[in-house]
């Protein structure tokens, strides 16, 4: 534990193990989720031609105030009513140096129920 300075540098090197490994293509583009301790955002993003296919985020449903995990599923849903609409069906999952468990789960589990393969 003697290299990490803070718990920061420590997500940001998580972070960059993940995105070493996972790369959104025009075929599978990169579920990628955000999350601060009020708002939690997801896009689907093509890295091959760096845009942004599909986005949605507890502002866009009006739940302001805090992050629960009934906001964060629907959070899902709505990011693969979306991409599905723009013809996308199956993606690979970036939690963006989180873990996987609580909120970022949620998501991961309304998207799959919303239709997107992972």
Do not use: W
């Amino acid at each position: 534990m003697a290299n990490i300075k803070s718990k920061a540098d420590r997500r940001k090197r998580l972070k960059m193990g993940i995105r070493r490994k996972v790369k959104g293509t025009t075929e599978r583009p990169r579920l990628s989720v955000f999350r601060s301790n009020k708002v939690i955002y997801a896009q689907v993003i093509d890295d091959t031609k760096g845009m942004t296919l599909a986005a949605s985020s507890s502002v866009e449903l009006d739940k302001k105030g805090g992050v629960n995990l009934e906001i964060s599923k629907n959070v899902g849903k709505k990011v693969a009513e979306k991409a599905l609409a723009s013809g996308v069906s199956t993606i690979v999952f970036d939690r963006n140096g989180s873990l996987y468990h609580g909120n970022i789960k949620a998501l991961a589990e309304g998207a799959r129920e919303g239709g997107l393969k992972f």
